[in-house]
């Protein structure tokens, strides 16, 4: 991708020349060193070899979080093969629509329910008589490719747009820095995990990887490793505040250098509960889409005197659309479009379904709307168009409802969804995980000192289970389903 610079395995052998004996990676009490990483690597890309994968070849990584999982994808960029990161648990049917898209060399983790690619188990040891010695470079024609349902609900792939000559430089803008203590706490087949991996690799981290997540683990592993850097997610900051406000002399959070979260709207009430823990410096918020067209960064100083926000600009461009194509004005929510900077070479190509597009400018669904500063133009986010409903007439967002539900302090986790009225034609409702036993009028309650009316849910369900997953990630349009069906059969 960039002229001079060696592919990803290069430099990851280079590192462990330089330093064999540095740590590499780290899951579940097992550390591999730099060498031990490199070594294991290259006969693991000896092995796929012999199955078959070559240069530009998707493989496919089915696997929980792990150093199998770090291996296998380093394997792949060995090879100049394609990493192509699944989810461990995802439903067959959903694995077929994504393997019919693009011809596969191997799945690892899991056996391809038609029949049709070869594959290898997630603890797959390949032949100790296979040699370790380095291979000849290779270059991977695409470094990563994600999955991704978009706005369109759809399966899709994104191929980056540039090859496995990524300079270690791309870590720097967020503030990573040579041989960082990197925890990874969300999924790495998600883009978070994913590309916060990839980069800490390049730059010699120290991979402090968490098979799952798990809030007294996540503040252990802080504590032991001196962890300097990390990028998480919004549901996992929630469920670490009450194991950490239980008992904050347990845990030593002062390394922590840089605290990144992204992925979902962050509710305010979490958001300033860890700059008051971490200090606004430490605190950074990233908007975008796997795709890249275009990002926004916001550090906690900056959030703090614009509540909400985030962020601006750092890279592309971006501007709020309403339903026609007219530029909105600040303040006015509208679709979220964006694009890369003119003249810059594309950051993606969709391999399936394509992104909602107007002249060259990308959606990924989000409504929002800015407020200019200034020289400056800040954005704020409302929700995803596809979750948004109406009111008797009236607009509600459900992260509006969410980060309202978050204030609780009993309230480990909340989502919220339309559901179908005679009178007003959809009516809020909320499913709630909480810590302490509430009951639906409390919670009402509570949310109608801070809601307007309308936004209040009129039904309230307790669930005994987090409603997002770890990359904070949930399916609204399903819940929904499923609590219409409920209902449905109860009538």
Not at 124 to 150: C, H, N, Q, R
Not at 340 to 348: K, N, R
Request: overall charge negative; hydrophobic content about 40%.
């Amino acid at each position: 991708m960039v002229a001079g610079v060696p592919p990803i395995s290069t430099q990851v052998s280079t590192l462990a020349q330089a330093a064999p004996n540095a740590p590499a990676v780290t899951c579940e009490g097992r550390t591999l060193s730099r060498a031990e990483l490199d070594a294991s690597t290259n006969r693991l890309a000896r092995a796929y070899a012999e199955i078959g994968v070559g240069t530009g070849d998707y493989v496919s990584i089915a696997m929980p979080n792990s150093i199998e999982w770090i291996q296998a994808c380093l394997a792949c960029w060995k090879l100049g093969a394609i990493p192509q990161p699944l989810a461990a648990r995802l439903p067959d049917a959903e694995l077929v629509g994504i393997l019919d898209l693009k011809p596969r060399a191997l799945i690892v983790g899991r056996v391809d329910p038609r029949g049709q690619v070869p594959s290898v188990p997630a603890d797959f040891a390949p032949d100790a008589a296979l040699s370790d010695a380095p291979l000849p470079e290779a270059i991977s024609p695409v470094w990563k490719s994600m999955t991704s349902g978009g706005s369109t609900g759809r399966p899709k792939l994104i191929e980056a747009g540039g090859d496995s000559r990524i300079p270690a430089l791309i870590g720097y803008p967020l503030g990573m820095e040579d041989g960082d203590v990197n925890l990874l706490s969300v999924p790495l087949n998600h883009n978070t995990g994913f590309t916060t991996a990839a980069a800490g690799l390049l730059l010699g981290h120290h991979l402090v990887v968490m098979p799952r997540f798990e809030p007294a683990e996540f503040l252990s592993l802080v504590t032991e490793h001196r962890v300097t850097f990390l990028a998480t997610v919004p549901t996992v900051m929630q469920r670490l505040l009450p194991v950490y406000r239980a008992d904050p002399d347990a845990y030593d959070l002062s390394s922590i250098r840089r605290f990144w979260h992204l992925a979902a709207p962050c509710p305010p009430v979490i958001k300033q509960a860890w700059i008051d823990i971490l200090s606004p410096e430490v605190v950074w918020e990233l908007y975008g889409g796997t795709e890249l067209q275009a990002l926004t960064f916001v550090s906690g100083d900056q959030w703090l005197t614009h509540p909400g926000t985030v962020g601006v600009v750092v890279a592309g461009e971006m501007k709020v659309l309403d339903d026609d194509g007219s530029e909105c004005s600040p303040g006015v929510v509208g679709e979220i479009y964006m694009r890369p900077a003119p003249g810059s070479a594309p950051t993606y190509r969709y391999v399936g379904t394509t992104a909602k597009s107007r002249d060259g400018w990308d959606s990924l669904g989000d409504l929002g709307y800015y407020e200019d500063d200034g020289s400056e133009r800040f954005f704020y986010l409302s929700d995803r168009r596809v979750d948004m409903f109406t009111v008797g007439g009236r607009n509600v967002y459900p992260a509006e409802i969410e980060s309202a539900l978050a204030e609780h302090p009993d309230i480990l986790s909340c989502l919220a969804v339309g559901v179908p009225d005679d009178d007003l034609g959809q009516v809020p409702h909320a499913l709630v995980q909480a810590s302490v036993g509430l009951d639906a009028e409390s919670v009402r309650a509570f949310l109608s000192e801070r809601l307007s009316g309308y936004k209040v849910p009129r039904t309230v369900e307790f669930v005994d289970r987090p409603l997002r997953d770890d990359a904070g990630k949930a399916r609204r349009s399903a819940v929904r389903e499923e609590v219409i069906a409920r209902a449905a059969q109860s009538s």
